[in-house]
């Protein structure tokens, strides 16, 4: 296990092979996927794999585990080019990390556990990774998320109309940015 940091209760670590499962586990259940992927989209062994392991950009997937147990997954990565332009940094030379995730085990959520794996990552980023800027895009219409980033001190920035493909429609998103 390579672990990338833990605090008193979450452990983030790299995303191992074993985790197949966990992953099968967590984007087959449609109470997850209505915030993650989408219900039209349950990953079976060969799509997490396609999704999750088999991809050649720089992000660090993750596992995060609470008291020692897997309960989701995390990823966070540099911005690059693409993602500057979209997001409308491309005048900022700072070091600028984007970061995804979820909590895929149910009786997990509504804990607080989501808001201190965001801080403690950003925290992370900020001493570790000397991240300048951190962003996200949460769908606009998932208030759970937008309001658990906006406790850890993260701004709605602007919206992204028609910006990710869920359930079959186009959704606006919401550029947030914790800036420390």
């Not at 079976?44 to 794999?49: I, K, Q």
Request: glycine share 6%.
């Amino acid at each position: 296990m390579t672990k990338v940091y833990q605090t008193e209760e979450i452990t983030v670590r790299s995303l191992e092979t074993k985790d197949e499962t966990l992953l099968v586990k967590w984007l087959t259940d449609p109470v997850v996927l209505q915030y993650y992927e989408g219900r039209d989209q349950p990953h079976d062994l060969e799509l997490v794999r396609a999704h999750f392991y088999k991809q050649d950009d720089r992000a660090s997937r993750c596992i995060v585990e609470h008291d020692g147990r897997p309960i989701g997954y995390i990823q966070f990565y540099e911005l690059e080019k693409e993602e500057r332009d979209v997001y409308g940094y491309t005048d900022i030379d700072e070091v600028i990390y984007g970061t995804d995730q979820f909590i895929g085990e149910t009786d997990c959520w509504n804990r607080g556990i989501g808001t201190r794996l965001v801080q403690s990552m950003i925290a992370y980023l900020i001493h570790e990774r000397h991240a300048r800027k951190i962003v996200m895009d949460p769908q606009a219409w998932n208030e759970r998320a937008l309001a658990c980033y906006e406790k850890c001190g993260f701004r709605r920035i602007k919206r992204l109309p028609q910006h990710e493909l869920h359930e079959g429609e186009m959704r606006d998103c919401w550029l947030m940015e914790y800036t420390p």
